[in-house]
């Protein structure tokens, strides 16, 4: 709870200024079939949007500049970003089948104010946008390790298994815990070269894809990574965990995994349901 204080707070000043502050906020659109990049003049500490079909992924172990959005159709909403050194940046967002931009260079002055100093400009922010059971606290990030450790101390089946050129990714099924969901990955690289990490991404899908018009891809973000490693050496098997907001899945709808190599194109993808 102690994270989620601050923020809260901030958000309430917000809605209290806005009679006296009509600057309206920028507009970013996105969709389904395209990503659209987002660089911020600062490294990336959280990233929040209100609404599910809304989806802002960034690097949590090791700070960037960027972050990716992609949405599926629905509802407008809204996304708040925190930098490291304090910066806060908000933004509407809204569901577009075509996307004149796909890259937003975030300049410093865009920011709405800053967590030690509070709000210099008012954005039209709705408090009820705000999923807070979806932000770890810190008293609940503390469990994340004990929990993946326990994961990985009594694996379980792995549900799927796809090989290429000497690499093997395998996943468990979705463990579903409190309002998250635990996956366990498992690289295998029998090859003579070491396997670099580029991205591993999990997406939920429908329809099908040499359609076009009726396939849906929406990019699952992690809020926490256990023991992801950069490399697999040859000859080595890595474990490791991924977890995510609780997410649930359509009668059409399946998962599927994109490993992608670094400097490589030993590209693996894995599709379940």
């Known amino acids: 709870m102690k994270k989620l204080i601050p923020l809260l707070g901030l958000l309430i000043i917000m809605a209290t200024l806005e009679a006296q502050n009509g600057k309206v906020i920028d507009t970013i659109y996105a969709n389904e079939q ?65 996307l004149e931009r796909l890259n937003y260079f975030i300049a410093g002055s865009e920011s709405i104010g800053n967590e030690r ?34 994961l990985l101390r009594n694996p379980r089946p792995f549900d799927q298994i796809k090989y290429k050129d000497g ?17 366990v990955f498992e690289i295998d ?21 040499k359609r076009k018009a009726s396939y849906q891809e929406l990019l699952l973000s992690p809020i926490y990574q256990y023991k992801v490693p950069l490399m697999v050496p040859k000859g080595q098997q890595v474990q490791f965990v991924f977890v995510y907001r609780k997410f649930t899945l359509g009668i059409r709808e399946k998962l599927l995994v994109k490993l992608e190599e670094l400097n490589g194109a030993r590209d693996v993808l894995v599709k379940r349901r």
């Open 117 to 150: 100093t509070g709000p210099t400009i008012l954005p039209h922010q709705e408090l009820s946008s705000i999923d807070l059971d979806t932000i770890p606290n810190s008293d609940k990030a503390l469990d994340y390790p004990k929990l993946c450790s326990q």
């Open 34 to 98: 395209k990503t659209v990049s987002l660089f911020f003049p600062g490294p990336i500490r959280q990233g929040v949007t209100g609404a599910s079909n809304f989806a802002f992924s960034f690097n949590r172990e090791k700070a960037q500049y960027f972050g990716l959005l992609q949405a599926t159709p629905g509802e407008e909403s809204n996304l708040l970003v925190v930098t490291q050194d304090g910066g806060i940046y908000s933004y509407l967002l809204r569901y577009s089948q075509k």
């Open 167 to 183: 690499v093997t990714i395998r996943m468990t099924k979705s463990i579903y815990y409190l309002n998250e969901v635990y996956v």
């Open 189 to 209: 690289n029998d090859s003579q070269i070491d396997f670099e990490i580029n991205t591993l991404n999990l997406y939920k899908i429908n329809g099908n894809k």
